[in-house]
T-cell receptor, first 111, second 114 residues
Framework: GENVEQHPSTLSVQEGDSAVIKCTYSDSASNYFPWYKQELGKGPQLIIDIRSNVGEKKDQRIAVTLNKTAKHFSLHITETQPEDSAVYFCAAGEWDNDMRFGAGTRLTVKP | NAGVMQNPRHLVRRRGQEARLRCSPMKGHSHVYWYRQLPEEGLKFMVYLQKENIIDESGMPKERFSAEFPKEGPSILRIQQVVRGDSAAYFC????????????FGQGTRLTVV
């Protein structure tokens, strides 16, 4: 089955700096890689996803890159703001099989 | 269009009691997934259901845990004879089931076993 590892587990940055979270996966059959943001007391919310036929995707200050050969993908947040502070989860898999999540990264953006 | 609704938000049970967690998927969604989030851990897949069918329960403990998604009504995750180790946040997500479409999560049920 799929195994997803996520690093770092905690990340602290100054407001305005960039934040990068990295994930690796093991199952080469995985073709869907979403990222979720979980704010305190809430369920995870999808913020961006990427499919295996795409190497990079951007949405305003958020970007995700995928390297299928190396089996890793990353979340990049530029110009971080305090409201970006949350726990971020990566995931890999397909929705007709179980989606495996990383252990999460707690991002703190200091004003 | 209401999002995924989970209730209750908080549930306290004594050891040995039963816990029933409910998940109403988004309108038009026929696929439901249950995940468990233990403290300081990521989301662990438990079970994947379509209406009236369990598709994949490989992540669900074999004993005390069961899940259903009846033709009418919400999906139910049932935990019998709860133990302290069952204390966690339980999230459900729903989707249309089409491959590679996003799923939407509910706000979760926080189960505390005392």
């Amino acid at each position: 089955g799929e195994n997803v590892e996520q690093h770092p587990s905690t990340l602290s940055v100054q407001e305005g700096d960039s934040a990068v979270i990295k994930c690796t996966y093991s199952d080469s059959a995985s073709n869907y890689f979403p990222w979720y943001k979980q704010e305190l007391g809430k369920g995870p919310q999808l913020i961006i996803d990427i499919r295996s036929n795409v190497g990079e995707k951007k949405d305003q200050r958020i970007a995700v890159t995928l390297n299928k050969t190396a089996k890793h993908f990353s979340l990049h947040i530029t110009e971080t703001q305090p409201e970006d502070s949350a726990v971020y989860f990566c995931a890999a898999g397909e929705w007709d099989n179980d989606m495996r999540f990383g252990a999460g990264t707690r991002l703190t953006v200091k004003p | 269009n209401a999002g995924v609704m989970q209730n209750p938000r908080h549930l306290v049970r004594r050891r040995g009691q039963e816990a029933r967690l409910r998940c109403s998927p988004m309108k038009g969604h026929s696929h439901v997934y249950w995940y468990r989030q233990l403290p300081e851990e990521g989301l662990k897949f438990m079970v994947y259901l379509q209406k009236e069918n369990i598709i994949d329960e490989s992540g669900m403990p074999k004993e005390r845990f069961s899940a259903e998604f009846p033709k009418e009504g919400p999906s139910i995750l049932r935990i019998q004879q709860v133990v302290r180790g069952d204390s966690a946040a339980y999230f459900c997500a729903s989707s249309t089931g089409t491959a590679n479409t996003e799923a939407f999560f509910g706000q979760g049920t926080r189960l505390t076993v005392v």
